[in-house]
């Protein structure tokens, strides 16, 4: 059965450092996978989405960027956090097939300080 | 006008009746629709999935699409305090990205 890893679940990080937050896929070949974010009490954004290795398009303009260095493999990053990136961070991966579902990660719980 | 919209809430029901959610979509060319539960602080978990016109049953859950209508509801039969959550509805097309697009939730409450 496929399966979906996120970690870590919660990161608090000061204003201006770095992020990194993975994703792998377990159980599928050439997955669509996204990245969305949640901030507190709101729906779900979509921020990046990817059709496969190295594809990358953006949603929305920010300071954060994507990578999928592996078929399975979904990183979100940051050089210099805000403020504002604070949210609960969703990773989901979907097959190619029509009329699918798609499923979530555990989430990750980032707090800039 | 927000592409796929739902009722806030909170919406409460006793502990056994029939919880009824609704939403509405902007995008004539949704294809695909997605019913998901969220519990506070959790990740989105799938509950109902539907592509077709009509009814889809699924244990105490049932989820209805009217693509004329660009509806889509969810009933949840002998509803428990334990399906007290936020419910949030996607759509998606099933070309290009296929991602979804979500409304921002109906809080239910399911009253003891």
């Known amino acids: 059965s496929q399966t979906i890893h996120q970690w870590p679940a919660t990161l608090v990080q000061p204003v201006g450092s770095p992020l990194s937050l993975e994703c792998t896929v377990e159980?599928?070949?050439?997955?669509?996978l996204y990245w969305y974010r949640q901030a507190a009490g709101r729906g779900l954004q979509l921020l990046f989405y990817?059709?496969?290795?190295?594809?990358i398009s953006s949603e929305v303009p920010q300071n954060l960027s994507a990578s999928r260095p592996q078929d399975r493999q979904f990183i979100l990053s940051s050089k210099k956090l805000l403020l504002s990136d604070s949210g609960f961070y969703l990773c989901a991966w979907r097959t190619r097939q029509t009329n699918t579902e798609a499923f979530f990660g555990q989430g990750t719980r980032l707090t800039v300080v | 006008q927000k592409e796929v919209e739902q009722n806030s809430g909170p919406l409460s029901v006793p502990e056994g009746a029939i919880a009824s959610l609704n939403c509405t979509y902007s995008?004539?060319?949704?294809?695909?629709f997605f019913w998901y539960r969220q519990y506070s602080g959790k990740s989105p978990e799938l509950i109902m999935f539907i592509y077709s016109n009509g009814d889809k049953e699924d244990g105490r859950f049932t989820a209805q699409l009217n693509k004329a209508s660009q509806y889509v509801s969810l009933l949840i039969r002998d509803s428990q305090p334990s399906d007290s959550a936020t419910y949030l509805c996607?759509?998606?097309?099933?070309?290009?990205?296929?991602?979804?697009?979500f409304g921002s939730g109906t809080r239910l409450q399911v009253q003891p």
């Open positions: 159980g599928t070949s050439n997955p669509n």
């Open positions: 996607a759509v998606s097309r099933d070309t290009g990205r296929r991602a979804l697009t």
């Open positions: 990817s059709v496969g290795i190295g594809q």
């Open positions: 995008d004539r060319g949704s294809q695909s």
